[in-house]
């Protein structure tokens, strides 16, 4: 491997977050837990691109999600980086304003969110994860009528609780279920729960699992999750 190769791989890994969307090769890529079932060879097949989950990578290789049509559709894997020919953020997602360019009636709530909370986040990092961003940013069409909507804020600088409880309003009367999590360099942490002024404690997801945490972008000693 070229000293070059290596720098660009070590990049993507330290860029690389939870969320992203990684188009691969092909199924021969992925390193699965056990024989995949059918509709798995199917999707990728049909789209060949993952999610990258919240996990700790081993050696060269980063953990994802595989995604099909349907909900139950889901299997965690892991994939070498130099299959990863091609990686979409949700900041991505949001700065293309895709969703304008998808027509079916199934997507118009969402679309119309989406438009709202662009003009009312401008200036945030954010874009739009789960099956919404898939969507967007393959055009498979995974998302119903009951699709919630979910959303991430990339905040490596602290939001305060009063910015925070903007940001919860400014999402409240949409026509669809919104789902905001804020992501910090620690983890994740819901927008609603860390807006709430009684939340002396926060569920962190983090790469070694959940962990109750006071302060979202602080290295404190986490208190764990009671079983």
């Known amino acids: 491997m070229s000293a070059s190769a290596l720098e660009d791989r070590t990049h993507f890994a330290d860029a690389a977050r939870p969320h992203d969307l ?7 890529a992925l390193s699965l837990p056990c024989a995949p079932p059918e509709w798995v ?3 990728i097949a049909a789209t060949p691109v993952v999610v990258l989950r919240r996990e ?12 099909g049509r349907t909900r139950s559709e889901r299997l965690p894997a892991s994939v070498a980086l130099h299959a990863v020919r091609r990686r979409v953020t949700p900041e991505d997602l949001a700065e293309r304003k895709r969703w304008r360019e998808i ?13 709202s909370i662009a003009v009312r986040w401008r200036g945030l990092a954010w874009g739009p994860a ?3 961003g898939f969507e967007l940013a393959t055009g498979a069409p995974v998302t119903t009528c009951e699709s919630d909507l979910d959303l991430v804020i990339h905040a ?23 789902d905001v999590r804020i992501e ?7 927008l609603q729960e ?5 939340s002396a404690r926060i569920l962190m997801r983090t790469c070694t699992g959940p962990m109750l945490i006071a302060d979202p972008w602080t290295e404190l000693t986490p208190l764990p999750v009671a079983p």
């Open 41 to 43: 060879e199917k999707a």
């Open 22 to 28: 990684l188009w691969i090769s092909g199924i021969e």
């Open 184 to 190: 910090t360099p620690l983890g994740s942490v819901a």
């Open 130 to 132: 789960g099956s919404v």
């Open 194 to 198: 860390y807006a709430s002024p009684v």
């Open 156 to 178: 490596p600088q602290r939001i305060s609780r009063r910015e925070a409880e903007i940001l919860l309003q400014s999402v409240v009367g949409l026509e669809v279920r919104t």
């Open 103 to 115: 027509p079916r009636p199934e997507f118009a709530a969402i679309g119309h969110a989406l438009q």
């Open 56 to 67: 700790a990578s081993s050696g060269d290789e980063i953990p994802v999600g595989v995604r």
